[in-house]
């Protein structure tokens, strides 16, 4: 992990660390995931159980997890844990339904409506990531808002281990949230199998979750066929902290993104000099004794960053660059650096907001844009699972109020038939 003082160096290396999954995203991957998605409309089960054998070494047969299972799943987890998991699963619910978009219909003074409607998809399909770690938090922030917009069917797709198992406790939470289609498969080809449908797996309207390159070039390539809830990339956290904030915390929440991902990214931005070297010492001691310290250390090395800052208003700049997926502020006044703000997924406010608490039960959702996305987009929520329809009813009095306007706007694009098919109801 590198520490920065010019702002110019500062800003280069924001940007390499923002394009890291760039090189990535090449033609050799794109060709890899676009045949796996060409089979799987084809071939439609035969290839996914083909594919899940040759990437997750196991056969997936049968490939759903029965609702027995499930349900054993949640009556054989911890009790603590499964209070957890109820306390997390009421704070998300409550939260989202607020976000519920309301229809409206507005009336012209000559007896016209317009109206918006807002409906949910008929059903969805959420992605469970299975590699590295196993995430019953991503279950709930997938499914609950499905489950407040009104989505009838949720299917859920989550690769089992090399046993084919997938982890209890995300079967737990899918029992939780009132998920009855499980499948046993990950990668490109569930994916696939969602985005076409195949004689076991209904064809889904949406698909939310995060995972890999391949999920998510996958994710990509089926848009347009299927809705999808964005292009997650690895996560990453950029903290803004002055001399009043504790260098342990820092480390450690930095390290909380570090966890993820190899590719995953932490930075600090810092107005004091001491504090930088500070979480730096930290950072180094505390790595060794860290259940997954290689992934650590290569996240550290590769894309961790300590900018060492002239004032509060440099920081609010560099971040508002960045664009974080996370951004916690821990200042002696974190309000008035958030005044500042422009782009973030999520902001955390204060040594007691550790960004762990937005991942797994604050009640917005954890799902949120990377690689600068924020600048342009915002979290998972229950429009993801929702569209709109605008319903328009005039009367007679209403178009000959406006039939002119129409005409003359017709005209100018020089659209012939646009303009008759006014003209010709007043003919007489």
């Known amino acids: 992990m590198n520490i920065i003082k010019n702002n110019k160096d500062a800003i280069q290396e924001l940007k ?57 799943a949640w009556d054989e987890i911890d009790s603590n844990l499964k209070n957890s998991l109820e306390v997390a699963h009421k704070r998300i619910k409550k939260f989202h339904e607020q976000e519920i978009p309301s229809s409206f219909t507005l009336e012209g003074e000559h007896g016209d409506k317009v109206q918006r409607k807002w409906r949910p998809v008929k059903n969805a399909g959420i ?24 989505v009838k069917e949720i299917i859920m797709v989550s690769p089992g281990n090399r046993e084919g198992a997938i982890n209890k406790t995300v079967l737990a939470a899918a029992h939780l949230s009132g998920i009855n289609k499980v499948y046993r498969i990950g990668g490109a080809q569930a994916i696939g199998a969602l985005a076409f449908g195949t004689n076991q797996i209904d064809k889904v309207d949406v ?61 600090l931005l810092t107005t004091s000099n001491k504090q930088a070297n500070e979480v730096l010492e930290e950072l180094n ?3 060794d004794d860290h259940p997954r310290k290689e992934i650590c250390r290569q996240s550290i090395k590769n894309w961790g960053l300590i900018v060492i800052c002239e004032n509060d208003e440099t920081c609010i700049e560099l971040s508002n660059n960045f664009a974080p997926e996370h951004l916690e502020i821990l200042t002696c006044d974190p309000n008035k650096i958030l005044e500042g703000i422009e782009n ?6 204060g040594k007691w907001t550790p960004e762990a608490v937005g991942d797994y039960l604050a009640g917005p959702n954890h799902t949120l844009p990377t690689s600068g996305n924020s600048r342009f987009s915002g979290s998972l929520g229950v429009e993801t699972f929702m569209k709109n329809t605008s ?11 406006n039939s002119l306007d129409i005409i003359n706007l017709a005209k100018s694009e020089g659209l012939h038939s646009h303009a008759n098919s006014i003209k010709i109801r007043f003919k007489d």
Request: charged share 20%; proline share 6%.
């Open 16 to 72: 390499r660390i923002s394009t890291r999954t760039n090189s990535e995203n090449n033609n050799k991957i794109n060709a890899i995931v676009e045949e796996i998605l060409q089979e799987v409309k084809t071939s439609g089960d035969l290839a996914v159980e083909k594919y899940t054998r040759k990437f997750d070494g196991f056969n997936p047969k049968p490939m759903q997890v029965s609702p027995n299972d499930l349900k054993e």
């Open 391 to 401: 319903i328009i009813e005039f009367n007679e009095a209403s178009l000959k109020v």
């Open 127 to 150: 992605y469970v990531p299975g590699g590295r770690a196993s995430y019953p938090s991503t279950v709930l922030m997938n499914a609950i808002p499905a489950k407040v917009a009104g």
């Open 285 to 287: 001691k505390i790595i």
């Open 344 to 349: 973030a997924g999520a902001i955390f406010l």
């Open 207 to 267: 698909i939310s979750g995060p995972g890999n390159i391949y999920v998510t070039t996958a994710k990509k390539l089926i848009y347009g066929s299927t809705g999808i809830d964005s292009l997650a990339g690895p996560s990453e956290i950029l903290i803004i902290a002055d001399e009043t904030a504790e260098s342990t915390h820092i480390a450690s929440d930095l390290l909380a993104q570090a966890e993820h991902d190899p590719l995953a990214s932490s930075i």
